[in-house]
T-cell receptor
Framework: GNSVTQMEGPVTLSEEAFLTINCTYT??????LFWYVQYPGEGLQLLLK???ADDKGSNKGFEATYRKETTSFHLEKGSVQVSDSAVYFC?????????????WGLGTSLAVNP | ETGVTQSPTHLIKTRGQQVTLRCSSQ?????VSWYQQALGQGPQFIFQ???????GRGNFPPRFSGLQFPNYSSELNVNALELDDSALYLC??????????FGEGSRLTVL
């Protein structure tokens, strides 16, 4: 079945460091791919998405490119801030007609120190 | 535009009890999905409701059941609670198979 694997955390970085969180997937067909963020005490928020191969999703300085050849959707940011401290989840959309469910990775906790 | 709201935000139950969690979907959305997120894990799909009918179910036993009402709000019911049911329960609404919008969750602790 479909699955998502993302790098284990926690990841600890200093402010302005470069961030990469790896995500690879296994899926049949052509799923959409997502990164969600969960700030402390808050619900899940969509960070960015890509719906087809070679698409690049971007938001708030974060980017991820849908790579079908490597089945990957790695999250990157050139310069992290303390406010980026959160848990990041990679997910893929498993769609069957009008039913759409997300299959999630385990999450990667990011702590950014000033 | 009103977002997805869930209630209660926190609750504590004992083994064997029953619980009902509630979700109000975002205005204009007709589909509600429920997910279970255990501590340190990613969310797991429980089921989805579309226009008051169950429209997909994950690998959860029948003691997990749900309802969707004509106004598209939804309930998640769990019977015969077990310790492993302790988790954050997330509701997400969407317009059909479109983008999911999540509530902040209901944190259930089973003692």
């Amino acid at each position: 079945g479909n699955s998502v694997t993302q790098m284990e955390g926690p990841v600890t970085l200093s402010e302005e460091a470069f961030l990469t969180i790896n995500c690879t997937y296994t899926a049949t067909g052509y799923p959409s791919l997502f990164w969600y963020v969960q700030y402390p005490g808050e619900g899940l928020q969509l960070l960015l998405k890509a719906t087809k191969a070679d698409d690049k999703g971007s938001n708030k300085g974060f980017e991820a490119t849908y790579r079908k050849e490597t089945t990957s959707f790695h999250l990157e940011k050139g310069s992290v801030q303390v406010s980026d401290s959160a848990v990041y989840f990679c997910a893929l959309s498993d769609r069957n007609g009008n039913n759409r469910k997300l299959i999630w990775g385990l999450g990667t906790s990011l702590a950014v120190n000033p | 535009e009103t977002g997805v709201t869930q209630s209660p935000t926190h609750l504590i139950k004992t083994r064997g009890q029953q619980v009902t969690l509630r979700c109000s979907s975002q205005s204009g959305h007709n589909t509600v999905s429920w997910y279970q997120q255990a501590l340190g894990q990613g969310p797991q799909f429980i089921f989805q409701y579309y226009r008051e009918e169950e429209n997909g179910r994950g690998n959860f036993p029948p003691r997990f059941s749900g309802l969707q009402f004509p106004n598209y709000s939804s309930e998640l019911n769990v019977n015969a609670l077990e310790l492993d049911d302790s988790a954050l329960y997330l509701c997400a609404s969407s317009l059909g198979a479109g983008e999911l919008f999540f509530g902040e969750g209901s944190r259930l602790t089973v003692l």
